[in-house]
């Protein structure tokens, strides 16, 4: 792993790199910023996820649809005593904002930056904007380690004054094509700088350790701690609808068969005759079975030798993480002391 | 070369309002060859114009004229007379042909009759695909001749991203990943190394994004001095 270089033992200390280094299994959720400006949504979701996780990533407009920024829901995040892990795209803003916004990101307390290259507009609820991709996420990443490791800023424009020190982390698609190619573009963005990686959702586990595989073989999980993304299927639709309908996400039929065998008492029941209460004790069995197979998931997942933790994206379900990470046992999250002791 | 697409003909009638005499200008390169405004579909879009005016009940004129190229002063020149007489000219020529006709003709009121749409070729017969975004500092070298900036969504240097799936890009089904078409090509050549060399941030300046741009070649002006 990249030497640490703070005057604390790490190289910058936050919860999550801390949990990290100190060998525990970490646990990252993730938190989906409202469409308005309610600081109180974030509030809920925080109280949610407090204590169940080493930090919370705060997506930035998700699927390319408005929402309160990152940072700021970050910074209400931390108000509520949680960590944050901010994502920025590349999307919507050139280099300029981005550094200006991480700056900014950092003075207000934010220790740890997912760099993503974003998902294209026209899936959002803007498609007829203009997309920025000034720089893309790799570039991102260098540009992240060079204003912390060097004090530059991307021109090479040396900056006086406290550095931005983020805990560095990167995205992986392991399933996405072209797949023998996903190896060593993560390699690439570790060399480029990434700390810490978080993958997309994983179901499949076979399929994700040949990744892993491959991982260790370039000896990668040395040289950046890999968290796993997981999370629970809500419904045999959207199980359905992952596995056809979003790239790179394997969802293995033997999944949605038992998703949809938890919906077996009410089958049968046309949309006319099932009851209200009904539905709902079926939505609440596909529930239970996701928050199960999800549970399930992590545990093998931990089995896998270089897996350092996991991402929970529990999307507008926050409440399922509680559960889920009291499933899997790890629960409570461990308390790891501010300096490392050398 | 250029390539457009026709405006529906209901614009047209809408962009050239008001004027009684109507020229259909169309250019004899990129469009021709796109069969989108060359002197075939100029005469189509004089004719139906003419039918849309008649069916409407009045009396417009319009007529039509090719000149080899739209982007050339001296093409233009050809067909001064015609174009005084117009009280509206309707190019089909790329978004240059329209300017040129525009800034040599400072008294005449040109419309566009195409939208220009790219830089590409045709890849199957009524197929035509975008190959090129004119970023003014050419990385086709790092790529082996397959173009991300023009070719990816996102355009990017380090592709692909997590969006490539069975070789389409996640924007569309149709259209081809870029970064995979990139893999294939470098992988199938052995130059894996290529692919994991960390490329910068790209200097966009030499794009649109440093304003208007405009070369000058000094050794050809000298030359035209001494002739
Ligand atoms: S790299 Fe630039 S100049 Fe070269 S083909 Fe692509 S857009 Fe055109
Ligand atoms: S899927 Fe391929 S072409 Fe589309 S944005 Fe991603 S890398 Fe670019």
Redesign the interface.
Known sequence: MTTPTSGNGYLVGSNLERVLRANHFAVTAELGPPQSADPQVIKKKAALLKGYCDAVNITDNQTAIVRMSSIASGAIVIQEGLEAVIQMT??DRN?LAIQADLLGAYALGMRNLLCL????Q??GNHPNSR?V???????LI??VKGMRDEGVF?SGDAFSGPEPRFFIGA?A?PF???VE?RP??L??KI??GANFIQT?LVYDVPAFARFMEKVRQLDLHKQAFILAGVGPLKTPTMARYMKTSV??ILVPDALIERMEAAGKPWAGKSKEEITKEEKKARADAYKETGIQICIELIQQLRQIEGVAGVHIMAIEWEEAVKPIVEGAGLYPRPMVAEKAVA | MIVADQKPLNELKSLTRGGENVLVVGCGTCVTVCFAGGAREAAITASSLRMAFKLDGNSRQVSDVTVQRQCEWEYLDQIAEQVKEADVVLSLGCGVGVQAIAEHFPETWVVPGLNTSFMGMPTEQGVWAERCAACGDCILGLTGGICPIARC???????????????HC??NPETP?AW?LI??RL?GMGK?DV??E????KN?RAARDGGPRKIVREDLRLAKEEE
Request: net charge negative; aromatic share 10%; charged share 20%.
């Open positions: 590349c999307r280099r290259t974003g998902d294209h026209t899936f997309n991709f000034d720089i893309d996420s790799l570039q260098q540009i991307q995205a698609a996405a094509d072209p190619f060593y573009r390699a690439k060399n480029a997309q790239p790179g | 969504s996102k355009s990017l240097l380090n592709g692909p991203c997590g969006g490539s799936e069975g070789g996640e924007v990943c995979q893999y294939d992988t894996l692919l994991m960390i490329q910068p941030p966009w």
